[in-house]
Nanobody, 123 residues
Framework: QVQLVESGGGLVQAGGSLRLSCAAS????????MAWFRQAPGEEREFVAA????????YYSDSVKGRFTISRDNAKNTVYLQMNSLKADDTAVYYC????????????????WGQGAQVTVSS
């Protein structure tokens, strides 16, 4: 079992930055990939970024590549999402997810989810 608690959401102006954190507990953190997804009102949940257990490799959706950075601190059992150059289209509830069975970008492959953090970008 893995428990996930997110923090760091909020309201920011377009062009600004925010950092989300997701603290994990339960199984050994460094042994599984972590990911961020987001869900805007009326939309399906979509993949944002993923990072492998060692932290050496990361994968991003085209919509955030070059603006967002996923990282992890295995000593603190925490994964981060640094979001820069935010746009109004980035407004959504952001979820962290852990330990996929298969593709890291497929929501159906995850059993462990955080509670969500609201990010609102004003234009």
């Amino acid at each position: 079992q893995v428990q996930l608690v997110e923090s760091g959401g909020g309201l920011v102006q377009a062009g600004g930055s925010l950092r989300l954190s997701c603290a994990a507990s339960g199984r050994t953190f460094s042994t599984y990939p972590m990911a961020w997804f987001r869900q805007a009102p009326g939309e399906e949940r979509e993949f944002v970024a993923a990072i492998w257990g060692s932290g050496g490799s990361a994968y991003y959706s085209d919509s955030v590549k070059g603006r967002f950075t996923i990282s992890r601190d295995n000593a603190k059992n925490t994964v981060y999402l640094q979001m820069n150059s935010l746009k109004a289209d980035d407004t959504a509830v952001y979820y962290c997810a852990a330990d996929p069975r298969g593709s890291v970008s497929d929501t159906r492959r995850y059993n462990y989810w955080g509670q969500g953090a609201q990010v609102t970008v004003s234009s």
